[in-house]
């Protein structure tokens, strides 16, 4: 119980803005202007910062500062890590900061409005020992026709995921060793997915979500590994289903020529979407390509391309997240939530909730006419036999979107 200071401050607030901001505390207690110890005792519970300090606090870490009264009641599983490296574990834990921000954003929203229901393949295994490759390539194939994808290239992976009802986040973060994460919320009862835009490649973006998206149905019920073998298992297995999940075998064998050269893939990569190595990949698990003829097309593509990038790379933009974004855009259009009132809704800042949601830059200084709270939340917010579908529309009693020509081929 903390003593003195403002009555409800919630010293784990302080601990996850320090996460997010990737702040010592040290550095908050500088510029705060107040001593480390003091910040420690904040932090600790055992002392609450008096109103000038929590105002300055607040103003230092860019939240308003209810929002460090604001319970944190943090239910997402602990996340998988594309990189598990021990030099990361800073940029981890802003980024699982992030992502608990996205739950909480999205968890405020379902008070005006339904989501998707959540469309996944049910799997309960409890180690990834177990998992098999047949059972990766089943559930890769349960999935695509749960969302009505076919067989052929998937043309918005990120409208499938949102349209399946998981929460998707795509920010640049600062850290592009780190792809992304994944966690289930059980607030929610849906997966929560976090995706880097640093490196701003459409291609690779598709492949990081499908991975992120293998860890969701395949490791649902297995704990973050702290052990590296175990760890390494865990991504092979991810990037697996998202090999089969991108590129399922009838369709990319049909396509693949008997010997595929360089210029072979780079054609593949542009009907399917996904990078000529992650094809190669994929072709060589397949046994299309045996390993030495593999082995030889790698030395040639990093040879011709280099390690990394690869031609056209340039010419998919990146697939954005609109599921939060036109929930925003529909409560501020039918005025259930005034333009200036949802920040504050949340305690986070304008360019915060921005990059959460992805909504435009400045999105939120735009003046809009709008009329009274307190009598559209009589009026016009939904019943909950009225969902709200990616596309910012509310559809009757179930989602009516057709994933088949949305979505897929």
């Not at 003091?38 to 929002?67: H, I, Y």
């Not at 607030?187 to 880097?196: E, F, H, K, Q, V």
């Not at 259009?333 to 959460?356: A, C, Y």
Request: net charge neutral.
């Amino acid at each position: 119980m903390s003593r003195g200071g403002v009555h409800g401050f919630q010293a784990d607030r302080l601990s996850q803005i320090l996460a997010v901001r990737r702040l010592t505390q040290a550095q908050l207690a500088s510029l705060v202007g107040v001593s480390p110890g003091t910040v420690s005792k904040w932090k600790a519970g055992t002392q609450a910062p008096e109103f000038e300090a929590l105002n300055r606090l607040a103003s230092v870490v860019n939240v308003t500062p209810d929002w460090f009264m604001q319970p944190y009641r943090p239910s997402l599983s602990t996340p998988l890590f594309r990189s598990n490296a021990a030099a990361h574990v800073a940029a981890r834990t802003m980024l699982e900061g992030r992502l608990e921000w996205a739950e909480e954003v999205a968890c405020g929203f379902t008070e005006f409005v339904d989501f998707p229901d959540v469309s996944l393949p049910k799997r309960e295994f409890q180690n990834p020992e177990e998992i098999t490759q047949e059972d990766i390539e089943d559930s890769a194939d349960e999935c695509r026709k749960l969302w009505r994808l076919g067989r052929g290239p998937v043309q918005d992976l990120a409208l499938a995921v949102e349209s399946a009802g998981i929460l998707l986040v795509r920010e640049e973060t600062g850290i592009p060793q780190i792809e992304g994460l994944s966690g289930w919320s059980s607030r929610l009862g849906r997966p929560c997915i976090l995706l880097s835009s640093d490196k701003d490649n459409g291609f690779r973006g598709r492949f990081d979500l499908a991975h992120e998206l293998g860890h969701c149905i395949l490791h649902k019920h297995i704990e973050r590994a702290t052990n590296r073998d175990r760890y390494n298992m865990m991504e092979k297995q991810a990037h697996a289903f998202a090999g089969a999940f991108l590129l399922p075998a009838d369709g990319i064998g049909q396509d693949a020529p008997l010997h595929p050269t360089l210029d072979d893939l780079l054609i593949l990569k542009r009907k399917w979407g996904v990078s000529a190595a992650a094809i190669l990949m994929r072709l060589k698990a397949l046994g299309l390509v045996d390993d030495d003829e593999a082995t030889n097309l790698f030395k040639r593509r990093s040879a011709r391309w280099g390690s990394k990038a690869e031609p056209g790379d340039e010419e998919r933009a990146p697939e954005r997240p609109r599921l939060l974004g036109r929930t925003v855009d529909l409560l501020v259009r039918e005025g259930v939530m005034p333009l200036e009132h949802v920040s504050r809704h949340f305690g986070l800042s304008d360019n915060d909730l921005e990059m959460i949601t992805a909504l435009p830059v400045g999105y939120f200084k735009t003046k809009e006419k709008v009329v009274t709270l307190t009598r559209l939340r009589q009026e016009k917010v939904p019943s909950k036999e009225r969902k709200l579908n990616p596309d910012g529309d509310y559809q009757a009693k179930v989602l009516n979107l057709s994933r088949g020509e949305k979505a897929g081929k």
